[in-house]
């Protein structure tokens, strides 16, 4: 849809790729609702965003997306805001061998990246449904196509996400609503710590500003295209991965020595 016409809710706003997105669509004329947990970066992202948009309110929720009260309490918020757009860019990291991790941290991760995403967008779907048209863009990665060594439980969650906007933009095709998939590449943000950085560096991992992913994120918003995959050598792998779900395993033992090799490695996860 044309951004003028949106009204989004924008999950993860106050995060490096939330903060880009909220700005780049508002910039494009669109409306947002800020989500995350923590009040002070999604009031001072408003007052931002309220100064360029000629003194407009800009309308935030604080929602831990673990709680299924808190889901519930969003989607009632911004169904009465009239959103007709939901962009699902919350997320939590895992990185680190899988012997490394613990349970109340795996359960977060999946929690976080998967389940919220389905709650949330199954508790705005009615909503959503009386539009005359509504998008539901989930914020994936590369690694939910690709699985690499160091992110078994965040591939998990990200492939899951796959999984459920490919399924719902099929179940939902003769609908006036839309379900698109963004597979970003390494993103240069708050996300990803030393351990991620040092890896990236030992395996030659490409990485983008935020500022890419938000574009990206609006082009998906404004041609309504069903999936996109962000890094020209990440788009080719995800399409022989796809095809030949074996082929790249030799392409990735140098990830598994840099894995091995790293020092201190801690599972790592948002609080
Ligand atoms: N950075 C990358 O390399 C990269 C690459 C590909 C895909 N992605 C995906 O892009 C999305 C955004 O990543 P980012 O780099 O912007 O991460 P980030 O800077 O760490 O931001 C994460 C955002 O999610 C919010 N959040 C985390 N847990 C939450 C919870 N339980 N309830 C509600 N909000 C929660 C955070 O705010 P609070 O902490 O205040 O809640 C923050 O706004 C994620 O889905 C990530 O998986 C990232």
């Not at 539901?136 to 965040?154: D, E, H, M, R």
């Not at 095709?173 to 990236?200: I, W």
């Not at 020595?257 to 996860?269: D, G, I």
Request: proline share 5%.
């Amino acid at each position: 849809m044309n951004a003028v016409e949106a009204r989004i809710l924008l999950t993860g706003a106050s995060g490096g790729i939330g903060r880009a997105a909220a700005a780049a669509f508002t910039a494009a004329g669109a409306r947002v609702l800020l989500a995350a947990r923590n009040a002070e970066p999604l009031a001072a992202l408003a007052s931002q965003l309220r100064a360029r948009q000629g003194g407009e309110d800009v309308p935030w929720l604080m929602c831990d997306l673990r709680e299924q009260r808190d889901i519930e309490h969003l989607a009632r918020q911004a169904a009465e805001w009239r959103c007709n757009v939901v962009v699902h860019a919350a997320g939590a990291p895992a990185f680190g061998a899988l012997a490394q991790q613990d349970a109340a941290g795996i359960a977060a991760v999946i929690q976080t990246n998967l389940l919220a995403p389905i709650q949330l967008t199954r508790a705005l779907l009615p909503h959503l449904r009386r539009q005359p048209r509504a998008q539901v863009i989930c914020v994936g990665s590369v690694l939910g196509a690709i699985g690499l060594p160091g992110y078994s439980v965040y591939s998990a969650s990200k492939f899951g996400l796959r999984g459920f906007a490919q399924a719902l933009r099929r179940e939902l095709a003769e609908t006036s609503v839309q379900v698109q998939y963004l597979g970003p590449r390494s993103t240069r943000t708050a996300f990803n710590g030393a351990d991620v950085q040092a890896y990236n560096a030992a395996t030659r991992t490409a990485s983008d500003p935020p500022a890419v992913v938000a574009a990206a994120l609006l082009r998906m918003l404004e041609d309504g295209s069903a999936e996109r995959f962000l890094g020209f050598p990440e788009k080719l792998g995800v399409r022989i991965n796809g095809a030949l779900p074996t082929a790249l395993d030799g392409s990735f033992r140098r990830h598994s020595r840099s894995l091995a090799a790293l020092p201190n490695l801690q599972e790592r996860t948002h609080p």
